[in-house]
């Protein structure tokens, strides 16, 4: 399994993945360096992170969550795809191929949010006059990589069916619209949000309970198993 493992990560981390990956993440890194910059440092200690946080976990989040749709689908395309002929044998089926090619994508999924937290801390500590961690922080990006699990399934499941990269902008008008319904609410958004779920913009946390969001990813992961089962290449 370990070497299906690992030809999985040199197909999906080829050179066009790492760059989307790499500039994503300077990117971020300059916007967020921007952030603190601008941000008034006399206002007191937990003033001044919240100015932040405010300004840059949002960011973080709308990045984390493109770059988790396009990872979930891109290797997922037909043509992207077509290595699985030379993988399936005797040894692997299509169940191991699947299952592992997955975990691959929750794997680099994890490592870039790793990323974006030190991302997000690094600016701070460095010029800010404010040496401050909030231990909530953690919880909140761990929340949000939850996020980018559940709309990088949305974004499978949209690719597995349809073949077509231009899902990608479905995947991600779905979230933004999440977001919006998040600002105003009402009894038909609430029963949307528990389809479209987001994150609460007053708290930072997850906008709904963490059995639920692990039963829709799971459900998703089922579903996405199934149909790509009965897909033939």
Request: proline share 2%; glycine share 2%; charged share 15%.
């Amino acid at each position: 399994m370990k070497k299906l493992v690992k030809c999985h990560l040199k197909y999906i981390f080829n050179k066009v993945s790492l760059s989307i990956y790499i500039l994503l993440s300077v990117f971020l890194l300059i916007m967020n360096i921007s952030i603190i910059l601008n941000v008034d440092n006399r206002q007191g200690i937990e003033l001044t992170y919240i100015s932040y946080l405010n300004g840059a976990f949002p960011l973080c989040e709308i990045i984390g969550v493109f770059y988790a749709i396009i990872i979930f689908s891109y290797p997922f395309l037909s043509k992207q795809d077509q290595y699985i002929l030379l993988v399936i044998n005797e040894k692997y089926n299509k169940n191991n191929y699947y299952i592992t090619k997955y975990l691959c994508l929750i794997i680099i999924s994890c490592l870039f949010v790793l990323i974006e937290f030190l991302i997000f801390y690094i600016p701070f500590l460095l010029f800010s006059e404010t040496k401050y961690i909030s231990i909530k922080s953690m919880k909140m990006f761990m929340d949000v990589f939850l996020i980018y699990i559940y709309y990088g399934n949305v974004s499978l499941f949209l690719i597995i069916i349809f073949d077509n990269i231009y899902m990608i902008m479905i995947s991600l008008s779905l979230y933004v619209f999440s977001n919006s319904l998040n600002e105003n609410y009402s009894s038909i958004n609430y029963l949307i949000e528990k389809i479209l779920i987001s994150m609460n913009k007053e708290k930072w946390c997850l906008g709904c309970s963490y059995p639920y969001i692990v039963f829709m990813i799971l459900l998703l992961f089922s579903i996405n198993y199934i149909i790509y089962q009965k897909k033939d290449f």
